[in-house]
């Protein structure tokens, strides 16, 4: 790991990172939270990761959470609330950038392998799983949309090494609206690699409201200069594609306690995929919960009292998944 500038740190975001929590100083913020909040790089050979860690300031541990964030996310802005709602509960949350998003090394938003994408991501969590501080307290994977996938491909690569897994609007299954033309996708393919990195249109718009119901975040989303707002590009839409039907194909392969999540009017991820899920997966521990109405950002982008009611929902889950463990 290597320690990060307030160069680097503040690059054309410290404008923005006021904005969402006013004027108070970062730490100050964060000591307000109840938080301790430290940011590193973990380099690995896939490239350089940027994460970071929120920790309870008074708490008691009960465990860690390891935290997935969607496509064209990062670990920051409005996502690492999520994570201070762990810390606050008495949780260790770390998070991690993917490669190719927020500040992680690659191009923005460009997924040439989703396995080494969830792999470089994975080494991270594992170091502080495994780790002489945290080596024995129940551990846990959170993933939003495509990073719900990614924490259960994490899974099925570290079958052993967690007690449970929270998915929120997890990426198995999409509408076909969010889907390339066909016309599209195959002029791509059919220039041999040479169009992996380009942008292809999706057949529905990208607007933040699709997201968020909660219209006052979604300007404040809108204002966060690390997301990418771009199209999908091509190589990394094969690579969804691909992780999408590994864990259809290997649903009996997944064991851990699961509490997956999704409102009714997601048109950006399936609430099929999650019933999908808890109806084929092996795991003896399943829970579903759907949100009527409820868009696809759930944690982030809902009105403030269906947010208190998710978050309450994941707390209840998440102790009493540790309640289990401490009886074993």
């Known amino acids: ?74 670990t920051g802005w409005l996502v690492q609330f999520t994570a201070i709602s762990f810390a606050q509960w008495g949780y260790a949350a770390f998070a991690a950038d993917f490669l190719g998003h927020g500040r992680s090394d690659g191009l923005p938003c460009y997924i040439p392998n989703i396995n080494k994408l969830a792999e470089t991501s994975l080494s991270y969590f594992k170091s502080i799983r495994d780790s002489k501080e945290y080596k024995g307290k129940p551990a846990f994977l959170y993933g939003e949309s495509m990073g719900g996938a990614v924490a259960l491909l994490m899974h099925l690569k570290d079958p052993e090494g967690w007690d449970g897994v929270i998915l929120a609007a997890p990426m198995i299954t999409v509408p076909e609206t969010r889907n390339p033309s066909w016309l599209h996708f195959t002029a791509c393919r059919m220039m041999l690699g040479l169009a992996d990195t380009w942008p292809i249109p999706s057949r529905s718009s990208n607007s933040d409201l699709q997201d968020y119901r909660d219209e006052e975040r979604a300007k404040l989303r809108a204002m966060d200069t690390l997301r990418y707002i771009g199209q999908v590009r091509f190589g990394s839409y094969r690579e969804l594609l691909w992780l999408m039907d590994h864990l259809q194909k290997n649903m009996d392969k997944i064991t851990l306690p699961i509490l997956t999540l999704h409102g009714t009017g997601d048109n950006v991820t399936d609430p099929g995929g999650s019933k999908m899920l808890v109806d084929k997966a092996k795991s003896k521990d399943k829970t579903a919960k759907f949100y009527e109405g409820s868009h696809h950002s759930l944690v982030q982008g809902e009105p403030e009292e269906t947010r208190k009611t998710i978050l309450a929902d994941i707390k209840e889950w998440l102790d009493q998944q540790v309640q289990k463990s401490s009886k074993l």
């Open 1 to 74: 790991m290597g320690s990060i500038s307030k160069d680097e740190l503040h690059t054309g975001s410290q404008q923005l990172i006021n904005n969402v929590w006013g004027d108070m100083p970062e730490e100050q913020f964060y000591a307000s939270q109840g938080v301790i909040n430290s940011k590193e790089f973990f380099s690995t050979a896939n490239g350089r990761i940027f994460t970071q860690s929120f920790l309870p300031r008074s708490h008691e541990l009960k465990g860690i959470v390891c935290l997935n964030h969607g496509y064209s996310s990062h």
